[in-house]
């Protein structure tokens, strides 16, 4: 039963430290997304990569933010310092054909 | 500016009656459309989609409508089962021929589906 795998499912943490959250798409995904899901603003893109590469990292807040794919079996996102404004559930996908298979998702809460 | 909305928040309907969960959208380029499910704690489920070269979609109790000249999109459940009931998102994409998207979702705000027993 292949998944999106993302850790940690939940991470509590104080205002100014970094967090990193990790995502393993499918296997054979080669087109993978993060998400970022509010209470405000519904599902939002923050950044997605094709082979690895970035193609659009637009909605991330680029101060802070940073997104990387250090090989096809693990994807990153980082936010360093954190802020209680990034206090969400962030959502790693990965696309094959026209669908995008979502993770479980890590909830984040910055104090 | 939101490109796809879900104007209701929620809906609520009796088990074995019709859902009707509706979506707009606002980009005359978005040719692929989506339903997703999803349940707390977990992350959106695909559920099923339909080209715009269509207007019906059918897989079982799930039948998805796409009305290009309004701009409109529904996803019909017949009949609702009480586990139906979760947060159903709408979302939206340009795939055609030449698209560098790479199948980018625009999703809308979500509507709350609770179907009673």
């Known amino acids: 039963d292949a998944r999106v795998t993302q850790t940690p499912r939940h991470k509590v943490t104080e205002m100014g430290q970094e967090v990193t959250m990790r995502c393993q798409p499918i296997l054979g995904h080669n087109t993978v997304f993060w998400y970022r899901q509010t209470m405000m603003q519904g599902l939002e893109l923050l950044a997605y990569?094709?082979?690895?590469?970035?193609?659009?990292d637009s909605g991330m807040p680029k101060d802070r933010f940073s997104a990387e794919m250090p090989d096809a079996t693990l994807a990153t996102l980082k936010i360093q310092p954190s802020e209680p404004r990034d206090s969400a559930v962030y959502f790693c996908?990965?696309?094959?054909?026209?669908?995008?298979?979502f993770g479980a998702g890590t909830r984040l809460s910055v104090l | 500016d939101q490109q796809v909305k879900q104007n209701s928040p929620s809906l609520s309907v009796q088990e074995g009656r019709i859902s009707i969960l509706n979506c707009d959208y606002t980009n005359s380029m978005f040719d692929y459309f989506l339903w997703y499910k999803k349940y707390p704690a977990e992350g959106p489920t695909f559920l099923i989609s339909?080209?715009?070269?269509?207007d019906k979609n059918e897989d079982g109790r799930f039948t998805v409508f796409l009305n290009k000249s309004a701009k409109h999109l529904s996803l019909h459940i017949v009949p609702s089962q009480p586990g139906d009931s979760a947060v159903y998102f709408c979302?939206?994409?340009?795939?055609?021929?030449?698209?560098?998207?790479?199948?980018?979702?625009?999703f809308g705000q979500g509507t709350i589906l609770t179907v009673h027993p």
């Open positions: 979302a939206a994409s340009v795939q055609g021929a030449g698209g560098t998207s790479y199948g980018k979702l625009t």
């Open positions: 339909i080209s715009s070269i269509k």
């Open positions: 996908a990965s696309r094959w054909e026209n669908i995008q298979y």
């Open positions: 990569f094709r082979n690895r590469a970035p193609l659009d």
